[in-house]
């Protein structure tokens, strides 16, 4: 029904920057909420960033200042822009789509992405 895709993941050197992406897509309708969580090797899944369908944003106050949610709710799409990386934030990070209302079918349903690695070493 609904698929996220994400990109941009890659390795980087401590300070550098990257850009993920995830485009939604399928019979959406609308999408109220888009998330970026991270899952390090051995902790928990944990809320990075998220933004809602009129812009409002919060962040993780370990990225604040560093890293920035966006998105284009004509293309179902939301971007992380994240700048002076540090080792810590070496992680897969996905992508979540909450409160998602679907064409013709009522109720809310949340979609997940795939996970892509980013990882931050010299």
């Known amino acids: 029904q609904v698929q996220l895709v994400e990109s941009g993941g890659g390795l980087v050197q401590p300070g550098g920057s990257l850009r993920l992406s995830c485009a939604a897509s399928g019979s959406i309708f609308s999408i109220n909420a888009m998330d970026w969580y991270r899952q390090a090797p051995g902790k928990q899944r944990e809320l990075v960033a998220g933004?809602?369908?009129?812009?409002?944003?919060n962040y993780a106050d370990s990225v604040k200042g560093r890293f920035t949610i966006s998105r284009d709710n004509a293309k179902n799409t939301v971007y992380l822009q994240m700048n002076s990386l540090k080792p810590e934030d070496t992680a897969v990070y996905y992508c979540?789509?909450?409160?998602?209302?679907?064409?013709?079918?009522?109720?809310?349903?949340?979609?997940w992405g795939q996970g892509t690695q980013v990882t931050v070493s010299s």
């Open positions: 933004i809602t369908s009129d812009g409002s944003t």
């Open positions: 979540n789509a909450d409160r998602v209302l679907l064409v013709g079918r009522p109720g809310w349903r949340t979609y």
